[in-house]
């Protein structure tokens, strides 16, 4: 059963969804651009009664005439409003994937091919509008925030286009689906914040810690800056007396190295956790530059170091149980 | 979906930009500017203090004031008020208490809602400058102003990187008002006009200026100081003598001994409208009358209202049903005279002066009794002892002091101006048993020449007596015209031109300054075009509209004409709404190369090759002519390579370009074809 609300939302949905259908690249028309009063175009009108009686009472034929200037002015606001949107073309330029619980940047792209458009907001929720303005021919970029809750594919759905140009008494605006969608990596969760949680609630212990980044091998690849907490065994000393700086000797180990990150180590833990922490695990080895593969059902990414390896990874771990 | 609250953008609180507050500063400057002659001086300061105080709050970046001090602030305010202005309220003092809330408001004006209503504010004060007067000037400086508050509201949309440029964004605002200007004609000459609602509480204090209904000769010593309009005059047919228009307004017919008033009964008689005779193409002249707060209007002796909501008294003065707020306009036309009485009761009245008084003139009344025959012999005899002895006219007479006024000025000061000219004459007759009365009124006017009308001005005003002669009826006598004929011959502008004290309180004013030549047709001239104004414009009442009406819908019908005004916005409204739909063309222009392709075309068209532009490539083009001209390819296959050389080389270089385009405009024209 559905509540009288939600169906009444549902209904519009529809509506809306027949009436402006969703599009990549959409150019307004009268199809799409609503326009109404605003609550300060109520208080203009009322001023203008104001006028139109003092006019009246006071025999006075010029506030008169002042009042029926503001009418007249408010009717072509109407238009000008509208005018304003139509003809706008505007369209959805991607966004960069974040993790969940951080704010996307919705990129779009305005442009008009007839006049200036002035004070247009675009924007989803209310903390995120953002005024431009859109000259003739150029294209103007706008990039808006929305704040990505979930893992996997985001989709803010409508967005909301609108201009109270000039005077603010009355808005024009339309509903937009340009086919938004972000991907959201998993939120980023460092088990070791965690303390030996996975390990105490899990029977897969052993199995966190194999999956840990393992350290003592023998085969040196280098030297990297020290950071605080490493083994002292693993300072080169020399490098010390030379430089005064603090340098670790890397290891690389033919058992261990590339690291794997892999979905079946994490057993026993909740989807959105376990991908968490997986998100958390391949960012760590990331920042410690070390090279490694992901696992997951269905997909095995081989190991690698570069930033696109990384963004690979964490693309996997955002798409995990999303349709293609 | 469609309006889900919550997506609509919050501006509410968003606090404002600089700019804007600016624009907001200005408006308020100039709104209060407007009024600044009806405020009283303090509210000035106080509003200026306020300006210059939110202007350093918004340089220096601090903090408005906290609760405590703007409440105690407006509560201070609100005292000063009250104390400055007692309890009289006017519109004046109405105004006053508008401003300062108006001003106090600036306190707190941060956010955009704040500024929303600040606008509201500033347009209802401007537009009330129209209260004090609605001629050209006023309507200049108002849409002036109304610009202001608009950008302001403007600046509130404006996107945070949007141009701040003045003159652009002013520009801007006015062409939006230009673009309403139909609309509001529309408007205007189809909102249903009707009484007041509601008879209005205020009253102005200083609003209208011009005669009242008392006269005290000797006590005031200031006059003819305003070049207002009283009215305007048009006459049909042949123009009247100045000396012959004495237009009356008020019978004042009692007198204790220094003010002349209106006694009871005459309020009676006044109040007492007779019914005049209506015939609406049967005039004379037609008045064009500025609103004053009175009942009274003007005519000459011997005329009656023929069109118009004003009627006659009995005494054939012109009244109005209520006090005249808006400029009124009727016509006259010219009766037989009527068949006078004079009741026992009245001639009584008519005779009476404080008794014991002015012993001097009542001596010098007997003697003069006694010398000659019959009233109008005796009124000469007066008359001609106004132009022999020294009497001098002067708008600033001696006070007058002693309890016997009018022996005082006959034989002692002999300076002053028409009142004590008229209430010392009518005083002596009185002595004299011939029952007499004060008119007052305006005398003579100006003709003006482009407009073809009599400009009346309160500095014309005048005061007469009224005798009555047995057998004939009233007969107007004034003695003025004796000691100084050139008042009321040419007018008072004239008859103290030279003199310094002919409007003191406006040293600026045009008609002071008339001897310039240039100045007095600039004079005449606005004059002319306020006219126009007052009588197109303003004076569109009721009647106006129903005439309109007639002539356009075959009847006066207020349902009609509603649906008229509904039919009429929703055509505009459509056809501006087309404007919109309709698909804006692409008016890319043409580059100088299209230009010239486009002439190649034109050219190759008219010698007779027949093809649709821009259907060929040049290449395309080269061959169908050289194909056609054989004589001519070789020069064809030059021009195109310039052509593609302009077009498809990359050329930055501005100077290079225009001199390739200027090679290939000059091969073109040089290209010669024949029709073949």
Redesign the interface.
């Known amino acids: 059963m559905v509540s009288p609300r939600a169906g009444w ?1 549902q209904f ?2 529809r ?2 969804e027949r009436r402006i259908p969703g599009a990549r690249i959409k150019q307004l028309s ?1 199809r799409d651009v ?1 326009v ?1 009063p605003t609550g ?1 175009g109520g ?2 009108i009322a ?1 203008i009664a ?5 006019g ?18 408010f ?2 606001h ?3 409003a ?2 304003n949107l ?2 706008l073309e505007i369209q959805f330029r991607g966004a960069e994937p974040v993790f969940a619980g951080e704010d996307l940047g919705l990129a779009f792209q305005l442009k008009s ?3 200036d458009r ?4 675009l ?4 903390s995120s ?1 953002v ?3 859109v000259l003739e021919g150029s294209a103007t970029p706008v990039r808006i925030l929305y704040r990505a809750l979930q893992r996997g594919r985001c989709r803010p759905g409508r967005l ?1 286009l ?7 008494w009355v ?1 024009a605006w339309s ?1 937009l689906d340009l086919m938004v969608e972000a991907w959201v990596y998993p939120r980023r969760e460092d088990y070791t914040l965690r303390g030996g949680r996975a390990q105490a609630e899990s029977d897969g212990g052993d199995q966190v810690a194999q999956a840990l980044p393992a350290a003592g091998s023998d085969d040196y690849i280098g030297l990297r800056p020290y950071r605080p907490g490493e083994p002292m065994s693993r300072i080169a000393w020399k490098k010390l007396a030379q430089s005064g700086n603090k340098w670790v000797r890397e290891f690389a180990d033919p058992d261990i190295a590339p690291d794997w990150v892999d979905f079946d180590a994490y057993g026993g833990i909740a989807l959105e956790e376990r991908l968490s922490l997986m998100c958390g695990h391949v960012c760590r080895l990331h920042e410690q530059r070390t090279p490694f593969g992901l696992l997951m059902p269905g997909v095995r990414l081989e190991p690698g170091i570069s930033e696109s390896h990384l963004h690979q990874c964490l693309l996997a771990l955002a798409r995990y149980g999303a349709a293609p | 979906m469609i309006f889900q609250r919550q997506f609509i953008v919050p501006s509410e609180k968003r606090v404002i930009t600089r700019a804007s507050l600016y624009w907001f500063l200005l408006t308020m400057a100039i709104a209060t500017g407007l009024h600044w002659d009806r405020l009283p001086l303090w509210l000035i300061a106080l509003v200026a203090c306020l300006l210059g105080w939110r202007l350093y709050l918004s340089q220096a970046g601090a903090r408005l004031l906290p609760l405590w001090l703007k409440t105690g602030l407006a509560l201070a305010s609100l005292g000063l008020f009250v104390w400055m202005n007692g309890r009289s309220f006017t519109i004046e003092t109405a105004i006053g208490f508008f401003v300062m809330t108006y001003g106090l408001k600036l306190l707190e004006l941060q956010s955009d809602r704040d500024a929303f209503l600040f606008a509201c504010l500033s347009i209802f004060l401007i537009a009330l400058t129209f209260l004090f007067g609605q001629d050209l000037l006023n309507v200049v400086l108002v849409s002036g102003s109304l610009l202001l508050p608009l950008q302001g509201l403007k600046t509130l949309q404006q996107s945070p990187g949007a141009s701040q440029a003045v003159w652009p964004g002013l520009l801007q605002t006015g062409k939006m008002v230009l673009l309403a200007l139909p609309l509001l004609l529309v408007f205007y000459l189809l909102f249903p006009r009707m009484g007041p609602l509601w008879s209005m509480p205020l009253k102005t204090r200083t609003g209208f200026t011009g005669l009242s209904d008392s006269m005290m000769p000797g006590e005031i010593a200031e006059l003819a100081n305003s070049s207002e309009q009283a009215f305007r005059a048009v006459f049909k047919g042949e123009q009247p003598r100045p000396v012959d228009l004495y237009w009356r307004a008020l019978i004042l017919d009692h007198y204790d001994g220094t003010t002349w008033t209106r006694s009871l009964f005459q309020q009676n008689r006044d109040r007492d409208i007779q019914a005049g005779y209506r015939q609406e193409d049967v005039w004379r002249y037609e008045i064009l009358m500025a609103p004053h707060n009175h009942l009274w209007g003007y005519s000459l002796a011997g005329f009656t209202v023929s069109l118009g909501e004003a009627a006659m008294t009995g005494d054939q003065l012109v009244r109005f049903p209520y006090p005249v707020k808006a400029a009124k306009r009727y016509r006259q036309a010219p009766i037989p005279p009527v068949e006078q009485h004079l009741d026992a009761r009245t001639r009584w009245r008519l005779v009476q002066v404080p008794a014991n008084s002015n012993p001097v003139t009542r001596t010098w009344v007997a003697e003069l009794q006694a010398q000659v025959e019959g009233e109008r012999a005796l009124i000469q005899r007066m008359l001609s002892f106004f132009r022999s002895e020294p009497f001098f006219y002067t708008l600033k007479p001696p006070l007058l002091k002693s309890r016997d006024r009018v022996d005082e000025f006959l034989f002692n000061t002999r300076k002053g101006f028409c009142e004590h000219f008229a209430s010392s004459l009518a005083v002596a007759l009185r002595i004299a048993g011939i029952p007499t009365r004060i008119m007052t009124g305006y005398q003579g006017g100006e003709w003006n020449e482009a407009g073809q009308f009599w400009s009346v001005r309160q500095y014309d005003a005048h005061a007469w007596v009224e005798a009555w002669i047995e057998e004939e009826g009233w007969m107007p006598v004034d003695p003025t015209a004796a000691v100084a004929p050139q008042r009321v011959e040419a007018g008072i502008r004239e008859a103290l031109m030279d003199n310094e004290e002919f409007l003191l309180s406006e040293p600026m004013s045009l008609a002071r300054l008339s001897r310039i030549g240039v100045v007095n047709w600039l004079r005449l001239k606005l004059e002319y075009a306020n006219y126009l104004w007052q009588d197109w414009v303003v004076n569109y009442d009721r009647g106006s509209q129903s005439a309109l009406f007639s002539r356009w819908l075959g009847r006066d019908d207020l349902t009609r004409a509603a649906g008229m005004l509904a039919g009429l916005a929703v055509t505009v409204f459509l056809a501006m709404a087309f404007v919109s739909f309709w698909p804006r063309r692409h008016r890319r222009r043409m580059t100088p190369v299209e230009r010239q392709i486009r002439r190649l075309e034109r050219k190759l068209q008219q010698a007779g090759l027949v093809f649709e532009s821009g259907r060929y490539t040049l290449r395309q083009l080269e061959e169908k002519a050289s194909h056609r001209w054989p004589v001519k390819a070789d020069e064809m296959v030059l021009l195109i390579r310039n052509l593609e050389n302009v077009l498809y080389a990359d050329v930055k270089d501005p100077q290079v370009l225009s001199r390739r385009v200027s090679r290939v405009r000059q091969q073109i024209s040089a290209l010669k074809l024949k029709e073949s």
């Open positions: 939302a519009w949905g509506w809306l009268h609503f109404f300060r208080v203009f001023l104001l006028l139109l009686i003092t009246i009472n006071y025999e006075n034929a010029m506030i008169l005439a002042t009042g029926c200037l503001f009418a007249a002015l009717v072509l109407i238009v000008q509208y005018r139509a003809g091919d007839g006049g002035y004070g247009l907001e924007g989803r929720l209310p509008f005024r431009v303005d909301l609108t201009t109270a140009w000039p005077f603010g808005r509903w």
